[in-house]
């Protein structure tokens, strides 16, 4: 089993629409959780820290169930630019674990 | 302000050759982390060097070795390159160890070995 697993998508969804990505992790001693975006042959970018109690940054919001061993990304009112590939990443003990991304494509 | 800049940018080597891939943080930033990523893959972390001394390392062989120098800059170093070795190799900074705060990504340098 991978240490971080996502689902690969691809996501293809229309303008406006919520879309929602799931992240397992294998190790429970995990301390740090994120999300990177990465567009096309550029390098990730963070797009959020995620933390115990959840959180919010404009129409993105990030959730984290310890218990379950899952994280989640959800994406409101989706626009063009929110077109890439979404990277859960996890960290434990100077290892820091990617997971190999969804890729998402916003269309008009 | 500068970002994270890496050389260079894309290389061709041979199988057996050997490469050295170079990065600068951003200034202040004094740890730097070196990631391979492959087509279609995440980013994997190869190592990270905090204040010069080696943080922390990744499953990768002892074909692969890094260092930091006293400006904080760090070089990669790759020997006996295998045709699995191609990659985009991903250097980021971060003002303390990752995982506390944002890493900041270079461009990367694309290796084709052949």
């Known amino acids: 089993r991978k240490e971080v697993e996502q689902d690969p998508g691809p996501f293809n969804v229309p303008e406006g629409a919520t879309v929602a990505f799931n992240c397992t992790y294998s190790n429970s001693a995990s301390q740090s959780f994120f999300w990177y975006r990465q567009d096309c042959r550029k390098e990730p970018k963070l797009l959020m820290s995620v933390y115990s109690s959840g959180n919010e940054d404009g129409r993105f919001t990030a959730q984290l169930n310890r218990a379950s061993q899952y994280i989640s990304l959800l994406i409101r009112d989706s626009k063009l630019s929110d077109s890439a590939t979404y990277l859960c990443v996890v960290y434990n003990n100077n290892d820091m674990r990617f997971g190999a991304g969804t890729r998402l494509t916003v269309k008009p | ?114």
């Open chain 2, 1 to 114: 302000d500068a970002g994270v800049t890496q050389s260079p940018t894309h290389l061709i080597k041979t199988r057996g050759q050997q490469v050295t891939l170079r990065c600068s943080p951003i200034s202040g930033h004094k740890s730097v982390s070196w990631y391979q990523q492959v087509l279609g893959q995440g980013p994997q972390f190869i190592f990270q060097y905090y204040e010069k001394e080696e943080r922390g390392r990744g499953n990768f062989p002892d074909r692969f070795s890094a260092r930091q120098f006293p400006n904080y800059s760090s070089e990669l170093n790759v020997n006996a390159l295998l045709l699995g070795d191609s990659a985009l190799y991903l250097c980021a900074s971060s003002l303390g160890i990752q995982g506390v705060g944002e890493l900041f990504f270079g461009e990367g340098s694309r290796l084709t070995v052949l």
